[in-house]
């Protein structure tokens, strides 16, 4: 089994940040891309920020220049530094990854429980 645990939203003023982690455990064999998603009410879930399989970083064009996306690959876990924070950020965060488990021939992705980020204004 594989698990994902997200910590790090919250309430902010417009203006500040917030530091969000996401830890995957279980039986994996390999990491093989993570990233973020939010979802915000009445809106489709969208790609934040991700590590692709190579290693490579992908932005939304909405968070380029504030958000930055990092990782320790010893503990495989990801991390999305948001700062300059506005109130259209708001939404729930999804952590996701795609991994091989150890008794797996085949990827899949797994889903955070996601976590809440509100930006006042």
């Known amino acids: 089994q594989v698990q994902l645990v997200e910590s790090g939203g919250g309430l902010v003023q417009a203006g500040g940040s917030l530091r969000l982690s996401c830890a995957a455990s279980?039986?994996?064999?390999?990491?093989?891309?993570m990233g973020w998603y939010r979802q915000a009410p009445g809106k489709q879930r969208e790609l934040v920020a991700a590590?692709?399989?190579?290693?490579?970083?992908n932005y939304a064009d909405s968070v380029k220049g504030r958000f930055t996306i990092s990782r320790a690959n010893a503990n495989n876990t990801v991390y999305l530094q948001m700062n300059s924070l506005k109130p259209e950020d708001t939404a729930v965060y999804y952590c996701?990854?795609?991994?091989?488990?150890?008794?797996?021939?085949?990827?899949?992705?797994?889903w955070g429980q996601g976590t809440q980020v509100t930006v006042s204004s």
């Open positions: 996701y990854a795609r991994i091989r488990a150890s008794t797996a021939l085949t990827d899949t992705g797994y």
């Open positions: 279980g039986s994996i064999f390999r990491l093989n891309a």
């Open positions: 590590f692709t399989s190579s290693g490579s970083t």
